[in-house]
């Protein structure tokens, strides 16, 4: 049976999203990687509200970890306390790649599929973007920022809908389920959602993360991911009677960048090529830094990458008379090795999908999520669509229509576990 939100649930995920996307967590990666988590105040601020909606729903054990993650815990309805538990999560912070400060969000209802024109010259065209044509033939409900900012449906449309299903179970004692986790992460974006996940909270044996895109997806497959941070050490001299003596490590670092394969980057590839991608470059004469993310499905073919980094900035380094030191960082791992070893935890998913009328639709993630970690620790995570798509950027926008059905599947699933 197809379960159909009421009216005042869905009015109550609508509210929620449109007031948490207004709330500043933007998350700060060069804080991260030094280790700071949370790596920006303003996400404790996300945490903490989060903290008392989860009191007020009447979960239990709820609480806020010294790094930022909101815990909470649903009993089971009566007979179901033995019923194997699971954990929901999605992330609070929002990327600090374009800014997620005073969010103003749009609702644009029964959308007609003319273009939307926000501020800074930002059209979301139909005629260029598929699943908004979707929306428009559906007459869906589409939620914007103004064009100033993201919108935050990355991860916070993921958080609403979760919510949401925390509000509906304790409102309808007569659906089962078993018992159910919940956290709320932080710095996912930055790649250090979990570095201090609270595991000695977590009873439950595997998880769910709801912080995907278009409707459907269903994602037990992600990239390889690496850091690679490369410094280049150049020899300072005065411009005017610098000839045979000045290393410009300036120059080093943009022609290192230079040489990266163009049709390689993530901006020239899609479903299973993997890419290098300069995400920062800074630096003076005597020392640059280039920041490089890897992705890749294959571990073969991500070693291959991080060798030909080591290559390349070498040859740049002595064709200049200069230095370059490179530094590898494991971000996470494919999970579909380690998820293939756990069916019924996708099969369970599946299931869900089908009964709230969504056909489950397997795509790799271009990416990588909080369940790429656990699925790394022990605790198989697959990833659940969250109906925003556009993320990262000004162009971002959450289906209503598709949000709603997330809630239906997370429904289904909670019963299905029972």
């Not at 494919?334 to 069916?343: C, F, G, L, S």
Request: hydrophobic content about 35%; charged content about 25%.
């Amino acid at each position: 049976m197809i379960m159909i939100l009421s009216e005042d649930i869905s009015n109550s995920l609508k509210e929620r999203f449109l007031r948490y996307v207004q709330v500043y967590s933007e998350s700060n990666s060069e804080n991260a990687d030094k280790g700071i988590q949370p790596s920006t105040s303003q996400q404790k601020d996300m945490a903490q509200l989060l903290n008392k909606e989860l009191n007020a729903l009447g979960l239990k054990d709820v609480q806020t970890t010294e790094f930022c993650y909101t815990y909470g815990f649903l009993p089971a309805t009566k007979g179901h306390e033995s019923s194997p538990s699971f954990c929901l999560l999605s992330h609070i912070d929002t990327v600090d790649e374009v800014t997620g400060k005073d969010v103003h969000p749009i609702v644009h209802e029964n959308y007609n599929g003319l273009p939307i024109n926000l501020k800074n010259n930002v059209t979301l065209d139909p005629a260029t973007d598929e699943a908004l044509a979707l929306a428009a033939s559906e007459h869906d409900t589409v939620i914007t920022a103004d064009g100033t900012t993201l919108l935050g449906a990355d991860d916070k449309a993921g958080v609403s809908e979760i919510m949401t299903l925390l509000e509906f179970l304790t409102k309808h004692p007569e659906v089962e389920h078993g018992p159910i986790e919940v956290i709320f992460s932080p710095d996912e974006e930055t790649g250090h959602g979990m570095d201090n996940v609270p595991l000695n909270l977590l009873k439950s044996k595997f998880a769910y993360t709801v912080d995907g895109g278009h409707i459907g997806e269903l994602e037990t497959e992600c990239f390889n991911a690496y850091k690679s941070d490369i410094k280049f050490t150049g020899i300072s001299k005065h411009t005017g009677s610098a000839r045979g003596v000045m290393v410009n490590a300036v120059t080093m670092a943009s022609n290192f960048v230079s040489s990266l394969p163009r049709h390689e980057a993530p901006e020239t590839t899609d479903s299973k090529q993997g890419f290098y991608a300069p995400m920062t470059i800074s630096g003076s004469i005597e020392e640059s830094y280039v920041s490089l993310i890897l992705r890749d499905f294959t571990k073969d073919g991500m070693q291959k990458r991080m060798e030909l980094v080591d290559t390349l900035a070498n040859a740049t380094a002595l064709s200049f008379g200069g230095k370059a030191q490179v530094t590898h960082t494991k971000q996470y791992e494919n999970m579909k090795e380690k998820m293939d070893e756990h069916p019924e935890v996708v099969k369970k998913l599946a299931a869900a999908y089908k009964n709230a009328g969504v056909e489950p639709l397997f795509t790799p993630i271009r990416g990588g999520t909080d369940g790429s970690r656990l699925t790394e620790m022990g605790i198989p995570t697959p990833n659940i669509f969250t109906g925003g798509h556009n993320f990262h950027s000004r162009y971002e926008w959450a289906s209503f229509s598709q949000m709603k059905k997330a809630c239906e599947v997370l429904i289904e699933l909670a019963k299905n576990w029972a």
